[in-house]
């Protein structure tokens, strides 16, 4: 598992910035307003080659709550959550005494705490950086997230406090499947029936399971770990104590997960949320499969079956090449649908091509559909490698990486797709420049 550093401040000090800034890309909604943030809270990020998995504490909020409240309520999830933990405060207002009561709170996690002293690009105000060492932190560095100044030494300092990334106690051979989907969809029931006994607390209230749940089994001499998780609630705002640590602790099951069991419910239909949490899944390289549950609440007819295909592939175009399974956790029906398609995504999430296979369907695709050229150029694919599977990772030495379009890389991932049964897996394809 990777190590986590959260950032927390109070608002408008620029923590979705600074977020951004180190995720490298705009994924939270920034504005002046205080306590704007209304999107995803959690990202990957990296820095001198370790991984680390970041928190923007300010998606977490206690509507309408009074600020020491508010900000509490960050700090635990900080203290409970995190290896590191940047506390972000306004460097141009100088310390006051709201960022006192702020570290008191932070003492308590007894964890390294660096200051990011923001919002510092004006040297009129620099001289405030020597106010924050009173606070008696790891260490204070001088940031300007707005202008991306500073955080390469911001994240110096992280890495210099952060643990080394963990391993699970499960061996290769082990298939690790996490159940992820909103609250009350059926994740529970689907792990009871998986394992054939009523092992986790099964409950029509929204949140009953708070925490991942890991639980070995065997089955048909095969080693498989099944993982429940909370619901994940939808992005922005989480009222709930309880939900506080839901969408993280999901998060970290996708993280150490082969395959990714999505559950619908059949009786509410596919939500956005749902696409949010199969997006999840899919930024982290994971195996998919789709589970319709509650298939016994609907009244069906031949076609509905087909209906719900068309429908769902209509809403999840970005997952095309995912199985779908229908069934219902509650009564069994349909349930030995389910592990001849684990097994089958878990073949192809493992899949190793041989290097002169994959260089020939490579050369054959170029060949019935030349790529055109883009940015004045013509791309040209020396050779291919696969250099990892779980998810299988192709390597494509070009004459220049900037000029293949993602559309024809797109084909290419296509035709290997084609060619091998890749069902359930993403493709990671990956351009080098050959020296």
């Given at each position: 598992m990777?190590?986590v550093?959260?950032?927390?401040?109070?608002?408008?000090?620029?923590?979705?910035?600074?977020?951004?800034?180190?995720?490298?890309?705009?994924?939270?909604?920034?504005?002046?307003?205080?306590?704007?943030?209304?999107?995803?809270?959690?990202?990957?990020?990296?820095?001198?080659?370790?991984?680390?998995?970041?928190?923007?504490?300010?998606?977490i909020?206690?509507?309408?709550?009074?600020?020491?409240?508010?900000?509490?309520?960050?700090?635990?999830?900080?203290?409970?959550?995190?290896?590191?933990?940047?506390?972000?405060?306004?460097?141009?207002?100088?310390?006051?005494?709201?960022?006192?009561?702020?570290?008191?709170?932070?003492?308590?996690?007894?964890?390294?705490?660096?200051?990011?002293?923001?919002k510092?690009?004006?040297?009129?105000?620099?001289?405030?950086l020597?106010?924050?060492?009173?606070?008696?932190?790891?260490?204070?560095?001088?940031?300007?997230?707005?202008?991306?100044?500073?955080?390469?030494?911001?994240?110096?300092?992280?890495?210099?406090?952060?643990p080394?990334?963990?391993?699970?106690?499960?061996?290769?051979?082990?298939?690790?499947?996490?159940?992820?989907?909103?609250?009350?969809?059926?994740?529970?029931s689907?792990?009871?029936?998986?394992?054939?006994?009523?092992?986790?607390?099964?409950?029509?209230?929204?949140?009953?399971?708070?925490?991942s749940?890991?639980?070995?089994?065997?089955?048909?001499?095969?080693?498989?770990v099944?993982?429940?998780?909370?619901?994940?609630?939808?992005?922005?705002?989480?009222?709930?104590?309880?939900?506080?640590?839901a969408?993280?602790?999901?998060?970290?099951a996708?993280e150490r997960?082969?395959?990714?069991?999505?559950?619908?419910?059949?009786?509410?239909?596919?939500?956005a949320?749902?696409?949010?949490?199969a997006?999840?899944?899919l930024?982290?390289?994971?195996?998919?499969?789709?589970?319709v549950?509650?298939?016994?609440?609907?009244?069906?007819?031949?076609?509905?079956?087909?209906?719900?295909?068309?429908?769902?592939r209509?809403e999840?175009?970005?997952?095309?090449?995912?199985?779908?399974?229908?069934?219902?956790?509650?009564?069994?029906?349909?349930?030995?649908?389910?592990?001849?398609?684990?097994?089958?995504?878990?073949?192809?999430?493992?899949?190793?091509?041989?290097t002169?296979?994959?260089?020939?369907?490579?050369?054959?695709?170029?060949?019935?559909?030349?790529?055109?050229?883009?940015?004045?150029?013509?791309?040209?694919?020396?050779y291919?490698?696969?250099?990892?599977?779980?998810?299988?990772?192709?390597?494509?030495?070009?004459?220049?990486?900037?000029?293949?379009?993602?559309s024809?890389?797109?084909?290419?991932?296509?035709?290997?797709?084609?060619?091998?049964?890749?069902?359930?897996?993403?493709?990671n394809?990956?351009?080098?420049t050959?020296?």
């Amino acid at each position: 598992m990777l190590p986590v550093v959260a950032i927390v401040g109070r608002p408008n000090v620029g923590k979705s910035t600074l977020f951004n800034r180190i995720i490298g890309d705009r994924i939270s909604i920034t504005d002046d307003l205080a306590g704007i943030t209304r999107d995803r809270i959690y990202g990957k990020a990296s820095w001198l080659s370790r991984q680390f998995r970041l928190i923007d504490t300010g998606g977490i909020e206690i509507n309408d709550a009074p600020f020491l409240t508010e900000i509490k309520a960050q700090a635990d999830i900080a203290i409970s959550e995190a290896d590191v933990i940047i506390f972000a405060v306004d460097g141009k207002e100088g310390l006051l005494p709201s960022d006192r009561d702020v570290m008191e709170i932070l003492y308590q996690a007894d964890k390294p705490i660096i200051v990011a002293a923001n919002k510092l690009e004006s040297q009129k105000h620099r001289d405030n950086l020597y106010d924050f060492y009173e606070l008696g932190a790891s260490s204070v560095v001088l940031t300007s997230s707005a202008h991306g100044i500073g955080i390469g030494n911001l994240l110096d300092e992280v890495i210099k406090y952060l643990p080394e990334e963990t391993k699970d106690d499960y061996k290769d051979d082990y298939r690790k499947i996490s159940i992820i989907g909103r609250p009350n969809v059926g994740k529970s029931s689907l792990t009871n029936a998986i394992l054939g006994n009523e092992r986790v607390i099964v409950s029509n209230t929204s949140g009953t399971t708070t925490d991942s749940i890991d639980t070995e089994f065997v089955r048909d001499d095969i080693n498989y770990v099944v993982i429940d998780t909370a619901g994940m609630k939808k992005r922005g705002k989480i009222y709930e104590n309880i939900d506080k640590y839901a969408n993280l602790r999901a998060m970290s099951a996708i993280e150490r997960s082969d395959i990714c069991l999505v559950v619908i419910d059949a009786e509410t239909g596919i939500q956005a949320q749902d696409k949010h949490i199969a997006g999840y899944a899919l930024e982290n390289n994971k195996a998919l499969i789709l589970v319709v549950n509650k298939w016994d609440t609907l009244e069906k007819d031949e076609y509905t079956m087909n209906e719900w295909e068309k429908n769902i592939r209509k809403e999840f175009r970005f997952l095309s090449y995912i199985p779908i399974i229908y069934l219902s956790a509650k009564t069994k029906a349909r349930m030995k649908t389910l592990f001849p398609v684990i097994e089958q995504v878990y073949e192809n999430f493992d899949r190793r091509v041989s290097t002169s296979v994959l260089n020939e369907v490579i050369q054959e695709a170029m060949l019935l559909n030349p790529p055109k050229d883009f940015r004045q150029k013509r791309v040209r694919v020396y050779y291919a490698t696969q250099v990892k599977t779980k998810c299988p990772t192709f390597v494509l030495f070009v004459n220049d990486t900037e000029c293949m379009h993602f559309s024809y890389k797109r084909y290419l991932e296509n035709r290997l797709r084609e060619r091998f049964d890749f069902i359930g897996t993403p493709l990671n394809l990956v351009l080098r420049t050959r020296e």
